[in-house]
């Protein structure tokens, strides 16, 4: 496993991103092809590492710019990786009244969509029921949704 599974510090820096595609997509076919590894344990254990890593990366992220910051520099580079500390403008329009009654009205078309979704869910596919918009008084016709069932895999970590 320690050949195919790489450790922190293992993976050739100067291996591009879509080597590193390549590489990862080569490692898991031989995950599901040899009768070495259980696939989903190592799925489960990946799923593991990707929660370190993702953790990590967090907590590192501010003492990264921090360091790059004090070496003068805007950016790092290291292999075939370039850490670079960008600037991104967020535009805060909470000060426009017409764009606080536009996010309002957002909200309750949001909320009322929400709403009708809810009693949507409760028929069956094809289904067609006549509803009364508590809103209006106005009667509506409304139709069952379709239904898509897609398999998903769920790694819960205690």
């Given at each position: 496993?320690?050949?195919?599974?790489?450790?922190i510090g293992d993976l050739d820096t100067t291996l591009s991103k879509e080597e590193i595609e390549k590489l990862g997509k080569a490692h898991a076919a031989v995950v599901i092809e040899s009768d070495q590894f259980d696939v989903i344990k190592t799925y489960s254990a990946l799923k593991r590492y990707e929660l370190y890593l993702k953790t990590m990366i967090d907590e590192l992220k501010s003492e990264t710019v921090k360091k790059i910051t004090e070496s003068g520099q805007k950016d790092f580079e290291f292999g075939t990786s370039k850490v670079t500390i960008t600037k991104r403008r967020k535009f805060d329009f909470s000060n426009d009244a017409y764009w606080n009654e536009l996010a309002k009205q957002d909200k309750t078309v949001s909320d009322q969509k929400k709403s009708?979704?809810?009693?949507?869910?409760?028929?069956?596919?094809?289904?067609i029921k006549e509803i009364v918009n508590e809103t209006t008084g106005e009667v509506q016709m409304v139709h069952g949704p379709?239904?898509?069932i897609s398999e998903n895999l769920m790694v819960k970590i205690a």
């Open positions: 496993m320690s050949s195919t599974i790489k450790n009708h979704e809810a009693i949507l869910k409760k028929m069956k596919e094809g289904e379709s239904v898509v």
